[in-house]
């Protein structure tokens, strides 16, 4: 069966938190992985993220990355200071989740997530930024055995890579085993015009697979169609990780970066969510039983 996984911010409102209580908490659920922000790695002494990393290989559970790429660091900026600069702080990103044996980045990590402030006729000055500062980042990304899984997110969040079909182009052009795509059921929802059709566009360039409802909440809550999407990952034969990323709570800074300005779940507190994550992780396991994935 494909391993599952939660999204660290399910629970926690900033992006910094204790992991080890979500690298037990998602054990205890159930969960295969836990993904978090890579961003606070850089804060983290090599000691603390080996102790995590031991937590995790103890639990059973891997440690996959995500990460909104802060503006200041824009590899799509025209500005070759801040895009230079944007390459390197990658790059660090990447030698740190190899000191925890980490594989996988998603997010917003080919630009700086956000959509520039400008009246923009044509992005293909910033395509070709990006695309020029990953040439860079993959090498390292070569080097320390991890997958860089270039996220299509909807219009609101970034310029550059919308669709599959956007995202599989900008993985051709950088031309290295260790880049590929990831789509997103909540981006799809926005910006495909048919989600089954685009998961089979994508076939086996698919490194990675987050879910979550038309209103970010916990797969099989909202009005997505979880056969057109389970139907297609079992057309393409998709062997790869799902990681579900819902958000429903309002505050904090998760709530200001992803728009949550309401709750989405009665009462959301602990109790509440880790409900909702053991019915997210049982909903995932019948829909790949029911569609000859597991
Ligand atoms: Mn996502």
């Known amino acids: 069966m494909n391993k599952l996984g939660i999204f660290m911010n399910f629970w926690e409102k900033n992006w910094d938190a204790d992991h080890k209580k979500y690298i037990d908490k998602a ?30 290989d ?8 995500s990460l909104g790429l802060d503006r200041n ?10 895009r230079l600069g944007g390459v390197k702080y990658l790059q660090n990103i990447i030698r740190k989740m190899q000191v925890g044996g ?7 990590s080919y630009a700086g997530w956000g959509c520039p402030n400008v009246v923009m006729d044509d992005k293909r000055p910033y395509w070709e930024q990006s695309l020029k500062s990953m040439k860079e980042i993959v090498k390292v990304a070569e080097e ?11 219009r609101f969040e970034t310029c550059l890579i919308n669709t599959a079909a956007e995202a599989l182009d900008y993985v051709a052009q950088v031309d290295s085993p260790n ?10 929802n926005i910006e495909e015009n048919n ?9 086996n360039k698919l490194t990675s697979f987050h ?16 056969d057109e999407i389970f139907g297609a990952l079992a057309d393409i034969n998709y062997k790869g990780r799902i990681v579900s990323e819902p958000f429903v709570m309002q505050g904090g800074e998760v709530g200001r970066d992803i728009h949550v300005f309401r709750d989405l779940v009665e009462n959301p507190c602990e109790a509440t969510i880790d409900a909702e994550a053991a019915y997210l992780l049982n909903f995932e396991k019948e829909m790949l039983k029911k569609h000859g994935m597991a």
């Open 179 to 188: 880049i590929g795509v990831l789509l997103d059921t909540y981006h799809m």
């Open 102 to 108: 980490g594989t996988l980045l998603s997010g917003v």
């Open 73 to 82: 660091y824009d590899v799509s900026s025209l500005d070759e200071t801040m």
């Open 27 to 56: 054990a205890k659920i159930g969960f295969d992985i836990l993904e978090f922000q890579a961003q606070p790695l850089l804060e983290m002494s090599d000691d603390h993220i080996r102790e995590l990393r031991k937590r995790a």
């Open 144 to 154: 320390c055995g991890v997958t860089y899984c270039v996220e299509a997110v909807n």
């Open 58 to 65: 103890d639990a059973g559970i891997e440690l996959t990355y």
């Open 195 to 203: 989600i089954g059709d685009a998961i089979r566009l994508v076939g």
């Open 211 to 226: 879910t979550g409802e038309n209103n970010r909440t916990a797969p099989g809550r909202g009005h997505l169609d979880w």
